[in-house]
């Protein structure tokens, strides 16, 4: 690994069943304009668990009761930013088992908020084209009961310009 790969880290969750996945639309990084999973980064000292209750709160409304850690894995593609050339994503996933409230299509924002709302959506509308790497990896999860942990890269990644929805 070079000092060209900015590296990222977060908490993420699948509130979803075999038909239908939770996604938020994001509204910052790589994954800008696109459907994107609950989620993000810990805030100074935060316990992994309590981050994800905290992020899916925040972007969904929703209030989690039970989550189950999945796994980890990474994802890797070209991203200009800053100063680097490439981003390694590294994601802690978390099933989302037991959870109260409506999901919220638009969500308070904040300093550090890059949801815009939520939104549950069926799982055949998610594509590469229009979902981050995390909603095909949460859609794989669903799909077949089984989290693979290998990372992925990918040699071309588009930053839309567009909103999808």
């Known amino acids: 690994m070079s000092e060209e790969f900015h590296r990222a880290f977060g908490v993420y969750g699948i509130v979803g069943d075999s038909d239908s996945l939770v996604v938020i639309r994001k509204n910052g990084g790589p994954y800008i304009n696109r459907y994107d999973l609950p989620g993000g980064s810990l805030e100074s000292g935060e316990p992994l668990d309590q981050a994800i209750l905290r992020e899916i709160h925040e972007e969904t409304d929703l209030t989690v009761k039970a989550v189950?850690?999945?796994?980890?894995?990474?994802?890797?593609?070209?991203?200009?930013?800053?100063?680097?050339?490439?981003?390694?994503?590294?994601?802690?996933?978390?099933?989302?088992?037991?959870?109260?409230?409506?999901?919220?299509?638009?969500?308070?924002?904040?300093?550090?908020?890059?949801?815009?709302?939520?939104?549950?959506?069926?799982?055949?509308?998610?594509?590469?084209?229009?979902?981050?790497?995390?909603?095909?990896?949460?859609?794989?999860?669903?799909?077949?009961?089984?989290?693979?942990?290998?990372?992925t890269t990918f040699a071309n990644w588009s930053v839309l310009e567009k909103p999808v929805w």
């Not at 590294?90 to 908020?113: E, H, K, L, P, R």
Request: hydrophobic share 40%.
């Open 68 to 151: 189950q850690q999945l796994g980890i894995t990474s994802f890797r593609y070209p991203w200009a930013y800053q100063e680097w050339r490439m981003n390694q994503h590294i994601c802690v996933f978390y099933a989302v088992t037991d959870y109260q409230g409506t999901v919220a299509a638009q969500v308070a924002q904040f300093v550090g908020q890059d949801a815009l709302g939520a939104v549950r959506l069926p799982l055949n509308a998610l594509t590469i084209d229009n979902a981050s790497p995390l909603v095909l990896k949460a859609k794989e999860y669903l799909q077949t009961q089984q989290f693979d942990p290998t990372d």
